[in-house]
């Protein structure tokens, strides 16, 4: 039956139950049987007309455009497989040279790390000399110092010298107006600090500044020098202002340790330092050579500490990579590493990355566990559903020439399952049972 179309099975319960099953109404050949002999002869089946012909004519080209489809997805699969040899002979090669590089930068991280210390001990060497000049050159200072302030005054000497012509013997007792002011301020601050222990005045009263006394140049020199170094330390340390308490408040020992140690280093080690640190604090800290050494060192060090770093991830990829299995059901898949496919249906967006996870929205549905069975592939353990199982996600994969996300459906609870058209899924075998096919049955679809 069913010329010029494709033979078909009903089930038996649709014979005769009135409703055309068969293009030629075959399937109601009892309908024939109450006309009369003669219409029966010229009309054997008069409640179902023949639509064979436009039936068989639409079935052909419907045949026509999916063995087209199949044959452009069998391609398309077939260069996806080879796509895949390639790529995995090429991660191939790239591991191996991966691996015999690797041994060369580890051994750089550890030149690397040697520079480094090199570096760091040239730097604290440099500072320990620098430190160790500074304390000779202001001990060097400070006995000029000295004995510049033991040598009389260019006055004095001249009125020594006036006063040894003048017939005094041995000299007249004169001394400089200068020393005697200061030698008065001297024991005036001493004496009038506290009284005596019988509660008495102090013996000495100030002294009043001599009249034209001469001041050498030195001790301008000096009086201007601490000027400079009270102002400088104010600006290097604007903090010390704002303290609670007045200079008088501090402690006592505080004021005694400062005082010792500008001993130890001395006037112009005082200088220095505190010039260095009005210099950092106005124009930044500039480095040194060897801080800048070390510096360089140690930005070397990372450098190739990433590089290792970087070599070692990318050899955990090729390794996966080649260990990928050689039969042509998985390789025509793993072009899909690495690749999303989403679709938005009602209120959700359904995206499956292959292979790492699938995610309904911002929920995980899932991260990838394998292939349940040849073009079957499973994500599970995702998101806790309440009340039910953790999520899960199950694509199904159909032949078809594009990449499409089909309709998702929920068959249990939290349980998700889509079909995904792909041309990974178009196989010879589909072709071939499409080209034999025989007759169709109840549930067939082309």
Known sequence: PNE????????????????CDCCDGSDEWRAGQSLPAGQQRLWPHPV?????????KDLRRERDQLQA?????????????EAARSEKLQSNDELQKLRADMPILEDRVVEAKDAVEAARRALEERQILDLATQMAESHDFDQDAEAAAEEPAPAAVAEESSNADSGFPGGAPVVPADMEAAFAASVARSTSAAPDAEGEAPLVADAPKAEGAVISEYTKWMDGAEKVLDSVAEASNPDAAETDGSPA???????TEQRDESEDIGFF???????????????GRGASPDERAVDSAEEALKAVEKKVKAGRQRQEELERKVATAEDEEQLAYSGLEGRCISKKQAEYKYEACFFKKAKQDHTSIGTWKGWEAP???????????PGGPDRSFKVRFRCGPTEELLEITEPSRCAYEAELRHPAACTEVLLKALEERGPRHPRDEL
Do not use: H
Request: hydrophobic share 35%; charged share 20%.
């Open 269 to 283: 080690g005082q200088l220095r330092a505190l010039w260095e640190k009005a210099r950092s604090w106005v124009f």
């Open 48 to 56: 179902c007309p023949n639509t064979c012909a436009q039936e068989g």
């Open 249 to 255: 408040d501090a402690p006592a020992t505080a004021t």
């Open 375 to 385: 073009g079957v592939a499973v994500f599970d353990g995702g998101q806790y559903c």
């Open 69 to 81: 489809d199949l044959r452009s997805g069998i391609r398309q699969r077939q260069a996806l497989i």
């Open 4 to 19: 010029q179309s494709d033979a078909s099975y009903v089930y038996a319960s649709r014979v005769n139950d009135g409703v």
